[in-house]
């Protein structure tokens, strides 16, 4: 088994680049029909996109409200950090309240104020410099969780995974796709099954599309597949990533994440979370105190603009759910394995 391998061979999408006076996001509302990068100018253009999932993955929004707030910088002037701070409160608090769900976002807007109320006169260059060190140690972070999670997983084993976890929700290389692919190119991995991820499909336009451009062959399932795909024994993990990890391991991802890990219980399959330390909230105490953001029921009416539900119906639309920290086998982050999470291991690993 080759345990080294060549990550560049494995990672070649960038959804967010900086261009020096603007942020160019790769529209994943088209993906996989069209490869296209949108172009913001201003910190509520980039809230608007985070808003409408041009850009999504809980890294990702983090690293894209980052550079928003450069970008708010940009229109403003102040003598030095502390001045900018204020004058920027109003833009970084519409970036934040552009998506609840993962702490990602509220994370970096924090590291974001920190720097700023401590910066001098060269305040613009100080928070441009900490973006882009959150979109390293974002990439960083991923390869690191890659080479941990997919020590993990015995060799020729079929993974399940769900929603998109992959370079198009982080900085590059992915939480949970990253462990993916890591597994697949130390041949611990030989079948990838991806759910559907109704309503949005985030697996069935993204993840596959992903593994595609690495020459890596996806297994598309519709949702409501997983459970029979279990009983069949083709999968030994699932491995997903996370929008918020609480203090005491619970978990909230994609919605039907939280059915994977019942479904994977019953059928003696391990369950891995992969997500950066970024996604640990010690702040909020179990998955009850999440906020699951509840998006337009618009969403669950039609696939690509072709109406699929019938008329004049109501619907229901979380976008996220809570998995609790008992059916977890592991959580890998980019500081290590926490197996079986509680809020002992989590208090261990992270701190109060
Ligand atoms: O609504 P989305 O597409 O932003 O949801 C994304 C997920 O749920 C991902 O699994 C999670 O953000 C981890 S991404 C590395």
């Known amino acids: ?16 680049r900086w261009t020096g006076d603007a942020l160019e996001l790769l529209d994943q509302r088209k993906l996989p029909f069209q490869v296209e990068y949108v172009r913001c100018g201003t910190s509520d253009e980039v809230a608007a996109a985070i808003h409408s999932l041009t850009v999504r993955g809980a890294p990702a929004i983090g690293i894209a409200a980052a550079w928003g707030v450069v970008l708010a910088g940009m229109k403003i002037e102040a003598a ?29 807007l924090a590291r974001m104020r920190r720097v700023l109320g401590a910066a001098g006169p060269d ?43 992959g370079s198009l929700a982080t900085a590059g290389f992915g939480t949970a796709l990253g462990v993916i692919r890591a597994g697949v190119a130390q041949g611990r991995i030989d079948k990838v099954y991806a759910g559907e991820t109704r309503p949005w499909l985030q697996g069935a336009r993204l993840t596959v599309w992903e593994l595609q451009q690495d020459g890596i062959e996806p297994t598309l399932i519709a949702d409501s597949a997983a459970a029979h795909l279990m009983k069949t024994g083709a999968v030994q993990w699932v491995v997903v990533g996370a929008d918020r990890i609480c203090a005491n391991g619970d978990t909230a991802n994609k919605i039907g994440t939280y059915q994977l890990a019942i479904a994977a219980r019953h059928h003696g399959v391990r369950f891995m979370v992969a997500a950066p330390s970024s996604t640990v909230d010690m702040a909020t105490p179990n998955g009850d105190a999440i906020h699951i953001e509840e998006r337009d029921p618009g969403e669950m009416f039609a696939i690509g603009g072709v109406r699929t539900a019938a008329h004049d119906i109501g619907a229901w639309n979380p976008v996220f759910d809570v998995t609790p920290h008992e059916l977890i086998d592991a ?15 989590m208090k261990a690993a992270f701190g109060g």
Request: with cysteine; charged share 25%; aromatic share 4%.
């Open 123 to 165: 305040w613009r260059d100080v928070i441009a410099r900490e973006a882009q060190a959150i979109n390293d140690e974002d990439l960083a972070a991923n390869r690191r969780m890659g080479a941990l999670g997919a020590a993990l997983i015995a060799p020729d084993s079929g993974v399940l995974t769900h929603c998109n976890t």
């Open 80 to 108: 030095d950090g502390a001045e900018a701070a204020r004058k920027l409160e109003a833009p970084m608090q519409r970036l934040n309240d552009a998506r609840p769900t993962a702490v990602n976002l509220a994370w970096a």
């Open 1 to 16: 088994m080759n345990a080294t391998f060549d990550f560049d061979r494995y990672d070649r999408i960038r959804p967010i």
């Open 331 to 345: 959580i890998v982050t980019e500081q290590g394995v926490i197996e079986r999470p509680d809020a002992a291991a």
